[in-house]
């Protein structure tokens, strides 16, 4: 059973910049896809990006310019780099890795962008 722990969320103006970082206890992390999605109240929750084992980066329209994702494979641990953030950026921030065995799920940062 692979265990993902988030962090990094908070409460940030509009404009302001946040980093999440989710750490992995999978030993197969490193040959794992990744991918953060994001609950707003109401709301579906919808994948924001995704990188493969490889490294590339896939983002939603939404956020393309203002969001980057990368990993670190030795530490396990993947990172959202978000800036120039908006209002409508406010949910609950989810990472997910999935492998041969199924996909695991984080249990969520608040990420609040208010003035």
């Known amino acids: 059973q692979v265990r993902l722990v988030e962090s990094g969320g908070g409460l940030v103006q509009p404009g302001g910049s946040l980093r999440l970082s989710c750490v992995s206890s999978?030993?197969?992390?490193?040959?794992?896809?990744l991918a953060w999605y994001r609950q707003a109240p109401g709301k579906e929750r919808e994948e924001v990006a995704a990188i493969t084992a490889s490294g590339l980066p896939n983002y939603a329209d939404s956020v393309k310019g203002r969001f980057a994702i990368s990993r670190d494979n030795a530490k396990r641990t993947m990172y959202l780099q978000m800036n120039s953030l908006k209002r409508e950026d406010t949910a609950v921030y989810y990472c997910l890795e999935t492998d041969s065995n199924g996909s695991y799920w984080g249990q969520g940062t608040q990420v609040t962008v208010s003035s």
């Open positions: 999978g030993s197969m992390f490193s040959v794992n896809a």
